[in-house]
């Protein structure tokens, strides 16, 4: 009973990472694409340069985050834990970074603005990463069989709703418009700066108490690990390695399509609720609720996908989620103005809960069985290399998500943020794209590439059944 207990506080305590990790990043998501287009006043262009160049940098600073953590060997962190010495070093940065996302010097000169724009996204997604890489190589560590990978999880992602809730419907019960209006009542970007900022700072302060369990009591790094530093290749050898795992390939790719329909749904979602939909300003609770139904969802639907991965195995149990969602996303083809379309909104923005979830669930377990792969070939845990290559790729996602964005508005003449557009039909039309088209055509070829993910049934038992003898051979070893 007291292991069983032990066992259940180090999940529990684990899962609080999720919190950190969660909040800033679909804050940052669903606001500063808007903030900086709508209140800074930043143009279509510079965006998409900005976003490109953020991207383009993020991509290189996972992997190489990643492999120095993997590689980290000072004195005091073999008792201190690597990954525990980086996390530390990154939480307090990381909130007040949220913060600085809503200082912009709102220059009359528009460089001036764009400057300080490029460079916070930056420092805040290199903060960020240091935290959330070694987040990442700590699960697979501290959770070895799939049992307590799938329990665990079950945790993790219900703090990550908890999360989402605050960074994404929180905003809602705050502003009175995501954008400056001129109906029912004028609302300026001067009007809504302030509250952004506060939505920052609120945000900041959470990501930081919501630390303190996950540092106290959720980090346990394996001994008979802690060697596997002195074995590993170097850097650009684990790249090279990295990118040669055709099952890890397959893998990054359908979860670089994954990431690019979130991200993609997360920003667009305040725009098309305004401009298509018609939601009144004052009321953008109708935006939160919805999602706020919608993640809890998510935990409703987490034992659902549970038991789909277990009977038919995790990876037709990611297929069958992201079909799903799919579905789900059809509505928004067809929503309009009206009460009647709010209503509507409502009901298909709280469904999506369901395929959310399981895209979710099915990833950290995926990327789980790649790790535990790579270790039955090299003979040492590279979670970190794995995790932080995987991100690398996926930040692909961030150009192709502004890209998307920029072609659709550039098309549609809304090349600058103005209240009403030329052409408000042509814009619907062009947010509806970016709600329903998109979105479907990356699942369809995210499904495709999990239907070739090789890591289910005999060949997945075979390689549980050699890692579980390496495992043995590396404590008798410590011992």
Same mark, same amino acid.
């Given at each position: 009973m007291v292991k069983i207990m032990g066992n259940l506080k180090k999940k529990i305590a684990f899962a609080f990472s999720a919190i950190p990790d969660q909040v800033t990043y679909q804050a940052f998501t669903l606001l500063v694409f808007v903030y900086y287009f709508a209140i800074v006043g =930043?143009?279509?262009?510079? /965006? #998409?340069? +900005?976003?490109? &160049? #953020?991207? =383009? #940098?993020?991509?290189f600073n996972d992997p190489l985050f990643g492999g120095i953590s993997d590689r980290t060997r000072f004195n005091f962190t073999q008792k201190f834990g690597k990954r525990r010495f980086y996390i530390v070093l990154a939480i307090i940065p990381l909130g007040v970074m949220m913060v600085l996302l809503f200082t912009p010097p709102f220059s009359a000169d528009t460089t001036v603005n764009f400057i300080y724009f490029l460079i916070v996204i930056i420092v805040f997604e290199a903060i960020y990463t240091i935290y959330s890489v070694n987040v990442n190589a700590l699960f697979p560590e501290m959770f070895p069989s799939e049992e307590e990978r799938a329990s665990t999880n079950m945790f993790i992602k219900g703090f990550t709703v908890f999360a989402l809730m605050i960074g994404v419907v929180m905003p809602t019960l705050l502003l009175p418009s995501f954008t400056p209006r001129t109906t029912p009542t004028v609302i300026t970007a001067a009007d809504l700066a302030p509250i952004y900022l506060t939505v920052g700072i609120i945000i900041g302060i959470i990501t930081i108490i919501s630390a303190i369990p996950f540092l106290l009591f959720g980090i346990k790094e394996r001994p008979e690990y802690k060697n596997d530093v002195h074995k590993g290749p170097s850097f650009f050898q684990a790249a090279k390695i990295t990118l040669k795992n055709k099952t890890f390939l397959i893998f990054v790719t359908g979860n670089l399509l994954i #990431?690019?329909?979130? +991200? /993609? /749904?997360?920003? &667009?979602?305040? !725009?098309?609720?305004?401009?298509?939909?018609? &939601?009144?300003? +004052?009321?953008? &609770? =109708? !935006?939160?609720l919805p999602l706020m139904i919608a993640f809890l969802l998510t935990v409703v639907c987490f034992p659902i996908h549970r038991k789909i991965g277990r009977k038919y195995g995790m990876r037709n149990g990611m297929i069958v989620a992201l079909a799903s969602w799919c579905i789900l996303l059809v509505p928004y083809a067809f929503l309009g103005e009206g009460q009647l379309f709010i209503i509507l909104f409502f009901i298909v923005t709280s469904l999506q809960g369901f395929g959310l979830a399981g895209a979710m669930y099915f990833v950290d377990i995926l990327i789980s069985d790649v790790i535990d792969e790579d270790e039955t070939k090299t003979g040492v845990r590279r979670e970190g290399s794995y995790y932080g290559m995987n991100a690398f790729i996926h930040r692909f996602s961030v150009i192709l998500k502004i890209s998307a964005i920029a072609i659709i508005f550039i098309n549609v003449d809304w090349h600058n943020y103005v209240p009403a557009p030329t052409d408000p039909a042509l814009v619907a039309l062009g947010l509806k794209a970016l709600m329903v088209l998109f979105p479907i055509v990356a699942l369809g070829i995210a499904i495709l590439c999990f239907k070739f993910f090789p890591l289910h049934g005999e060949k997945l038992a075979i390689m549980r059944k050699k890692l579980e003898e390496i495992h043995t051979e590396k404590k008798k070893k410590v011992n």
């Open positions: =930043l143009d279509m262009t510079q /965006l #998409w340069i +900005g976003f490109t &160049i #953020w991207a =383009l #940098w993020n991509s #990431w690019f329909v979130f +991200g /993609l /749904l997360v920003t &667009i979602v305040p !725009l098309y609720a305004e401009h298509v939909v018609g &939601i009144p300003s +004052g009321q953008t &609770i =109708l !935006l939160g």
